[in-house]
Nanobody
Framework: QVQLVESGGGLVQVGGSLRLSCAAS????????MGWFRQAPGKEREFVAA????????KYADSVKGRFTISRDNAKNTMYLQMNSLRPEDTAVYYC?????????????????WGQGTQVTVSS
């Protein structure tokens, strides 16, 4: 079993920045994609960004493109999400996820492992 633990969430002002981390432990896979999702109160969990293991392919949701940057350090089994120019609409619980495929996926149902989430609140 793979365990994913998010950290770095908190309360920030509009226009501020925050860096989220996702540490993976337990069973490892030679190649797998990872992603970030978020869920606001009363809303469905939505895709934020994803990154592959083998070639570094990256996908972003249109709502965060140009503001967020996803990266990963395979040697440290850690994925990051640098969030800049934060808006109130970014307020949500952010989850990291992993899949056992090399494909970069964007749907929640396509991921196999999930962290417990970290709260990000952007004051308006």
């Amino acid at each position: 079993q793979v365990q994913l633990v998010e950290s770095g969430g908190g309360l920030v002002q509009v226009g501020g920045s925050l860096r989220l981390s996702c540490a993976a432990s337990g069973r490892t896979f030679s190649r797998y994609a990872m992603g970030w999702f978020r869920q606001a109160p009363g809303k469905e969990r939505e895709f934020v960004a994803a990154i592959s293991w083998s070639v570094g392919d990256i996908k972003y949701a249109d709502s965060v493109k140009g503001r967020f940057t996803i990266s990963r350090d395979n040697a440290k089994n850690t994925m990051y999400l640098q969030m800049n120019s934060l808006r109130p609409e970014d307020t949500a619980v952010y989850y990291c996820a992993a899949t056992t495929t090399v494909l970069v996926l964007t749907a929640t149902r396509q991921y196999d492992f999930w962290g417990q989430g970290t709260q990000v609140t952007v004051s308006s």
